[in-house]
């Protein structure tokens, strides 16, 4: 079992930059595929970014590619979203999430995942 906690969020203005990380309890950090996903106001949650156990392989969702890095550090149990280039579009609440199996392409879905952090809100506006 891992616990996530995310922290990073904030106000930013357009076309500014924020990294989010994610921290996880226990010893098994690496066990786990980490993703970020995101729920804007009256929006579905949607997948965002995914990293492979040893951050060898990662993806993203069509509309942060070349803005958004996703990356971890296994032996600091964190995994990060560095965001760059942030349109008023990405304001959301970002949760990182870890799932155990590896799927691809890995799009995760909701019912994919096996641990939620609590969130953590990104507001970008000028």
């Known amino acids: 079992q891992v616990q996530l906690v995310e922290s990073g969020g904030g106000l930013v203005q357009p076309g500014g930059s924020l990294r989010l990380s994610c921290t996880g309890s226990?010893?098994?950090?690496?066990?786990?595929?980490i993703t970020w996903f995101r729920q804007a106001p009256g929006k579905e949650r949607e997948f965002v970014a995914s990293?492979?156990?040893?951050?060898?392989?990662?993806y993203y969702t069509d509309s942060v590619k070349g803005r958004f890095t996703i990356s971890r550090d296994n032996a600091k149990n964190t995994g990060y979203l560095q965001m760059n280039s942030l349109k008023p579009e990405d304001t959301a609440v970002y949760y990182c999430?870890?799932?155990?199996?590896?799927?691809?392409?890995?799009?995760?879905?909701?019912?994919?995942?096996?641990?939620w952090g609590q969130g953590t809100q990104v507001t970008v506006s000028s």
């Open positions: 999430a870890a799932a155990t199996k590896y799927y691809y392409p890995p799009v995760y879905r909701s019912e994919w995942i096996d641990y």
């Open positions: 226990g010893r098994t950090f690496s066990r786990y595929v």
């Open positions: 990293i492979s156990y040893t951050g060898d392989s990662t």
